[in-house]
């Protein structure tokens, strides 16, 4: 069973070395500490017991660490940046028809409820697939 154990190792090794997430390290230690008990006892029940609780010890002692680490910063993309941002309406916009906005120097399509004229100020309120929803300034 002590092959078995240390190929387990391998197989869990790299398939936490092929992910970029943390998957599988847990369960590599588990069996590399199921394989060293191998020399000590034939007992399979045993060993896997050994499996068990040192994976399950391994990630309750290494999951703070790694939330610790592990930052979810979200960076905005070249679209997300303009919600929130004011944009002046370059193309009326009605209810009933698209009109154009800029902002950060890009032309969008943009909609909202309600008529927008040209040359007046309005607020980025979401991103609706390639159109962006606005509404007047001082709405939020």
């Given at each position: ?23 599988t390290i847990w369960f590599a230690v588990g069996s590399l500490m199921a394989f060293v008990t191998t020399f000590f006892t034939d007992n399979l029940l045993i060993q896997i017991g050994v499996f068990i609780v040192v994976s399950v010890i391994a990630l309750l002692l290494t999951k703070p ?76």
């Amino acid at each position: 069973m002590a092959y078995g154990w240390f190929i387990t190792f391998i197989v869990l090794l790299f398939i936490e070395l092929v992910t970029v997430n943390l998957v599988t390290i847990w369960f590599a230690v588990g069996s590399l500490m199921a394989f060293v008990t191998t020399f000590f006892t034939d007992n399979l029940l045993i060993q896997i017991g050994v499996f068990i609780v040192v994976s399950v010890i391994a990630l309750l002692l290494t999951k703070p660490i790694i939330k610790k680490f592990k930052t979810n910063v979200i960076v905005p993309t070249n679209s997300d940046r303009v919600l929130g941002r004011s944009a002046e309406v370059i193309k009326k916009i009605t209810e009933d028809e698209y009109g154009a906005v800029k902002v950060m120097g890009s032309v969008w399509t943009a909609t909202g409820k309600g008529s927008f004229d040209v040359g007046e100020k309005v607020k980025v309120k979401a991103i609706d697939g390639v159109k962006l929803v606005v509404c007047k300034e001082e709405e939020k």
